[in-house]
T-cell receptor, first 108, second 113 residues
């Protein structure tokens, strides 16, 4: 099993839709979880940290399920500018492991 | 407050030459991470450094690659005798402490001819 797995997509959704991504991780000892977004040929940008109790930032909601070892990202009322690759990041020992990313295309 | 800075942004080398990539972390950050991203692939961890120390280099190829983060100056990722397979985007990230959010630089795109 890979350390961090994500559905590569692409997810093609219309503007205004709600879309959810899941990410599974293999290391049950992981403590830190993040979602990043990466636009084509640009650097990853931190979207949000993921806390045990779940957290929300505007249209974005992140959840952590330790028992099943997955984290999720929900995007409501999607905008054209949300089109990007979404990377799940999990700590693994002393470093971080990035998932392969899920591509999202929001269509007009 | 300047973000993470990397230079050069683009680097072209011929096979067998050396490549030196520089990374200046955000002000106040003492933890630096290097990642490599091949075209159409995900980010792969290479090395994690604190000032003057290599904390984790489990993702670094055993040969030709080295990294340092001296007491003064930027972190350097050095690739000796480059080969075509080294062509990739190399990203540096920094954080104020370990296990914190990492902030990325714009990357250096290395092309080996």
């Amino acid at each position: 099993r890979k350390e961090v797995e994500q559905d590569p997509g692409p997810f093609n959704v219309p503007e205004g839709a709600t879309v959810a991504f899941n990410c599974t991780y293999s290391n049950s000892a992981s403590q830190s979880f993040f979602w990043y977004r990466q636009d084509c040929r640009k650097e990853p940008k931190l979207l949000m940290s993921v806390y045990s109790s779940g957290n929300e930032d505007g249209r974005f909601t992140a959840q952590l399920n330790r028992a099943s070892q997955y984290i999720s990202l929900l995007i409501r009322d999607s905008k054209l500018s949300d089109s990007a690759t979404y990377l799940c990041v999990v700590d693994h020992g002393q470093n971080f492991v990035f998932g392969p990313g899920t591509r999202l295309s929001v269509l007009p | 407050n300047a973000g993470v800075m990397q230079n050069p942004r683009h680097l072209v080398r011929r096979r067998g030459q050396e490549a030196r990539l520089r990374c200046s972390p955000m002000k106040g950050h003492s933890h630096v991470y290097w990642y490599r991203q091949l075209p159409e692939e995900g980010l792969k961890f290479m090395v994690y450094l604190q000032k003057e120390n290599i904390i984790d280099e489990s993702g670094m190829p055993k040969e030709r690659f080295s990294a340092e983060f001296p007491k003064e100056g930027p972190s350097i990722l050095r690739i000796q005798q480059v080969v075509r397979g080294d062509s990739a985007a190399y990203f540096c990230a920094s954080s104020p402490q370990g296990y914190n959010e990492q902030f990325f630089g714009p990357g250096t795109r290395l092309t080996v001819l």
